[in-house]
Every structure is written in C-alpha cells, then in structure tokens.
C-alpha cells in the first residue's frame, strides 16, 4: 500500500471495521512519533492485567502507566547496566560456537534460525530470568517449548489484540495462554525468592526488577547521585516485574534471532562483505586481546552490517499507534478523530527505492556517516522512534553482535541450495520472518 500511493502523505483505509490511517510523509511521521506524541502516546493494543498479567508490560502499556513505567524501567538499560550483563552474552556466545563445532566438521547444512533463537534464547533466559536454560544442549527443553509458544498465536486473536483490543476485553478472552503466564509467573518467582533467601546478587537484568520492587529505583552508575523515591507507590509488584521480565524476554529473544539470521544470510552470498567483515574483527580481536563491551562497540563496520540487516529486514515491518486526543495534523487538512489507528509502514519506506536506491541491494556502505547526514532522520526506524522506541534496543544490537563476532571468529559461511533467493517471508508471523527457513553451511577457518 505504501509503495502504490505514497505520493499521497496520508492514506486512510479500514482494517476489520476501525479506520486506519497509514502515514507515508517523513515529516508526518515525525510528527505522530514525537512532536505531537501527546495525541499518539498509545499502541492501541490489548493491555487487561485483570485477566492478562503478563500484558501489563512496557510494550503495551497505554498513558500515564506507561509513562510510569518507563521511567522506572529506563535505568535499567544504560550503558554501564549493559557492562555489567556483558559476561552472560560472553558465556552463551562461546556456548553457540562450540555447539557449532561438529556441524562444522562435517559441513552438513543447518538451519540457522533455531540454533540462532536457543542462542538468544539462552542470554536473555539468563539475563531476565536468571536461569541457565542449556537450549544449546537441549533443543526441545522447556524453555525453548514455551517461547516459540509466545509467538504461535491463532491468527484471529492476533488481528483482535492489534486492531480489536474491545472484543478481547468485552469476552475476557486473555491473549497469552495460561499455560504460558503460569510457566514465566511461577519461574520468575522462585528465581526472586531464591535469591532473596540466599543474598545472591548478580549484575543482571532480574537483579534491577529487584531493586524496582523493593525500593521503587535502580541504583544509580554514579554514587555521588542519591535518589529518594522510596514510596511504596513507585513500588513494583511481583506481577509486574514478571510482565516487564517476560515482555524483555519476548521482545528480545526472537527479534535478535532473526537479525542474526538475515544477516548470514546476507554474509552468505557476498563473501566479499563477510570477508571485510571477518578481517575488522580479527584485528580487533589480535588488538585488545579479548572480547569486552567496549572492543564490540569499537567495531564500526559491524555495526553497519547490522544497520543494513535492520533496513532491509526490519523486525517489526509496521509501527502501530493509536490517536489518544483529536488532532488537525499540521501541514494538512486532516483531522484525525480520537481512537483512529495508524499505521507507520517502515517495511515499506526501508525498501523505498526513493529513499534507499536498489533497495534490495544488500549495501552496509549506505550506513557510513556522510550517507546517514544525506537522510532523512525518520527514513531509518528499527527500533522505532520518538518517547516509545524500543528501550531495548541497546541490548539488541549486543546480543546481536556478540553471537556475530563469536561466529566469523571462527567459522566461514555460504549458501545451501535449499536456502531460496529472494526469501519470502510467513504471513501468519507478527516479526518479519522466512518461510523457509535459512540453511547454511558451516566450514571452519
């Protein structure tokens, strides 16, 4: 729809019986995402803790909860937090190498998707449960069950918790299948109970919910800030701890499992990229001796392989919002009504060839300095923008690189046959996805 009328700035059309109004005009984009967040502060999506616990997360969270929360939950991701996590995605990531060790002896063709999500799987299960969940040896166990549950959703409860929300509250019908909020509730839990019997304190993402939960704050990096907020209001309860935990767990381990993917894919076909690749992290690697939070973010060609996946394959192909206070949307002569859906296509405007010339051309050059200044702020958007990006993000592009930089460490990738080109990607999947799936070969170096 975008790339058929996008010559229009806005285009207003129905999804089930709600109006819908897609904005295609970067400058309108800006203005729905951050200069006038006040009338769009919502997704407009499910949100019913009463009978949905585990939706009363950041994600979802309409209005001043929101807001709340966010406040809270945004020192949780800072710089030095993530220093602290680093040694969780240093340890799974040399699980994820080993793991590969055999396959890459014998150079039978894997897909890499699964390996990629029991990777993940195992950092963030660590990070934001602190549990060693083993997906690496045990493909099939618990934890790998219950999160590809998450996003096996019926396909209709999926349409009525983005675009009907009403129908979902006025039959009670949660979102999350109990089995599913009983599993995280209970695991999440034990794990607070554990610690707190046994003073165990680690540098992780469950010992900040911790904080959250008994004092209202996060220790602040600097000692010489003091904070105060010690009222029982800022409080999180254990519910919504869970929620924040599980909505971290969801959000990140299959997002950064499916970066990871496209882009082997992507390495997998221009050996040449890989090879520039390989040759950065190596020298890197020779430089400073050992893998460190500062040495992964010193890799600038990385970063812009990562940033090319992202614009080609964003995770989330539409961003979603919700008109929460009528608005004559400036520069227009459009009134947008109050409860009005809109719809960010970021799929489309990443593939724009007006934006991004041969868009399906895979080119981590576009992502140098001097070609970001030439672009539009909002023509680059996956982690989404304005006051409800992704909070995560950082903790994305980690993950991401870590596994990245552990596997070109030490192995050489290419195409399997079975591995069609272009992909197509799963209409039923709510994260852009292959069909397919993606089959490699795996030789070492």
């Excluded at 096996?152 to 675009?163: P, Q, R, V, Y």
């Excluded at 009983?182 to 992780?204: A, G, P, S």
Aim: proline share 6%.
């Amino acid at each position: 729809m975008y790339l058929k009328y996008k010559d229009h700035r806005a285009i207003g059309m129905y999804t089930l019986f709600k109006p819908n109004l897609l904005i295609a005009d970067l400058d309108l984009i800006r203005t729905v995402l951050t200069k006038e967040f006040k009338s769009f502060h919502d997704r407009g999506m499910f949100c019913n803790e009463k009978i949905d616990p585990l939706t009363g997360n950041l994600f979802l969270m309409p209005g001043k909860r929101w807001r709340n929360m966010r406040v809270k939950m945004t020192p949780t991701f800072t710089s030095g937090k993530m220093k602290q996590m680093f040694f969780v995605l240093k340890e799974c990531s040399e699980e994820l190498t080993k793991h590969l060790e055999r396959i890459a002896q014998i150079k039978e063709p894997i897909e890499v998707k699964d390996t990629f999500a029991r990777y993940t799987t195992n950092v963030i299960m660590s990070a934001a449960f602190g549990i060693k969940s083993n997906c690496m040896e045990e493909p099939n166990n618990e934890y790998r069950v219950q999160g590809n549950k998450i996003f096996d959703a019926n396909s209709l409860k999926l349409a009525c918790t983005i675009f009907a929300p009403q129908i979902m509250d006025f039959f009670s019908i949660p979102f999350t299948a109990s089995s599913i909020t009983k599993f995280y509730m209970n695991m999440f839990r034990e794990t607070v109970e554990y610690r707190k019997t046994h003073n165990i304190v680690r540098h992780d993402f469950v010992n900040l919910l911790i904080q959250l939960m008994e004092r209202g704050y996060v220790d602040p990096e600097d000692d010489n800030k003091t904070t105060n907020e010690s009222s029982n209001v800022n409080k999180l309860t254990m519910t919504e701890a869970t929620a924040q935990s599980f909505a971290f767990f969801a959000a990140g381990f299959e997002t950064s499992a499916t970066t990871m993917t496209f882009t082997m894919y992507e390495l997998s076909q221009h050996q040449d990229i890989q090879d520039k690749l390989r040759k950065e992290i190596d020298e890197m690697l020779a430089k400073h001796d050992d893998l460190t939070y500062d040495v992964v973010n010193n890799m600038t060609y990385l970063h812009k392989v990562i940033s090319e996946t992202l614009r080609k394959y964003p995770p989330l192909p539409i961003l979603n919002r919700i008109c929460t206070k009528e608005i004559d949307l400036p520069t227009t002569n459009i009134c947008v009504p109050k409860g009005t859906l809109i719809t960010i296509p970021l799929l489309g405007l990443h593939r724009d060839p007006s934006i991004y010339p041969n868009p399906d051309k895979f080119d981590p050059e576009r992502f140098n300095a001097d070609e970001i200044q030439k672009r539009h702020p909002y023509a680059y958007m996956p982690f989404g923008e304005g006051p409800r990006n992704c909070i995560g993000s950082r903790f994305g592009y980690l993950q991401t690189k870590v596994g990245l930089v552990s596997l070109l460490s030490k192995y050489k990738f290419k195409l399997h046959s079975r591995t069609p080109v272009p992909l197509t990607y799963s209409e039923r999947s709510v994260i852009l996805a292959a069909k397919s799936g993606v089959h490699l070969i795996i030789e070492p170096r």
